[in-house]
Nanobody, 113 residues
Framework: QVQLVESGGGLVQAGGSLRLSCAAS????????MGWYRQAPGKQRELVAT???????NYADSVKGRFTISRDNPKNTVYLQMNSLKPEDTAVYYC???????WGQGTQVTVSS
C-alpha cells in the first residue's frame, strides 16, 4: 500500500519561510521521481517542483529562486524549502510520485500580507 504523508504547512507572514516534508512508503522511493504540486481555491492543481531519482530538479517559473526541492533517499522523504513566501503562494500543497496516481492528503500553506 502506497502512502504519502505531507507535513510542515502552516500560517506565515509574507517574506517568511516554511519547509514541507513528504514521507513515502510502499514504493521503491529511490527509483522514483517525486514532485510537489499546489492548488489554490478556485484554481487548478499546478506543478511546483520535481526531483528525479538522480537528483535533477525542475521548478515552476513562479517559484524559481525561492523554493528548493530535495530528497533524502534513506529516509524516503522529499522536502520543499520555501523562502520569500508571497500571499499568492497560499494553497494546499500535495506530494506526488511523478507519473502515478498516488497523492498525499495535502498540507495547507497560508501566507498573510
Amino acid at each position: 500500500q502506497v502512502q504519502l504523508v505531507e507535513s510542515g504547512g502552516g500560517l506565515v507572514q509574507a517574506g517568511g519561510s516554511l519547509r514541507l516534508s513528504c514521507a513515502a512508503s510502499g514504493i521503491p522511493f529511490s527509483r522514483n521521481a517525486m514532485g510537489w504540486y499546489r492548488q489554490a481555491p478556485g484554481k487548478q492543481r499546478e506543478l511546483v517542483a520535481t526531483v528525479t531519482s538522480g537528483g535533477f530538479t525542475n521548478y515552476a517559473d513562479s517559484v524559481k529562486g525561492r523554493f528548493t526541492i530535495s530528497r533524502d533517499n534513506p529516509k524516503n522523504t522529499v522536502y520543499l524549502q520555501m523562502n520569500s513566501l508571497k500571499p499568492e503562494d497560499t494553497a494546499v500543497y500535495y506530494c506526488n510520485v511523478v507519473g502515478s496516481r498516488w497523492w498525499g492528503q495535502g498540507t495547507q500553506v497560508t501566507v498573510s500580507s
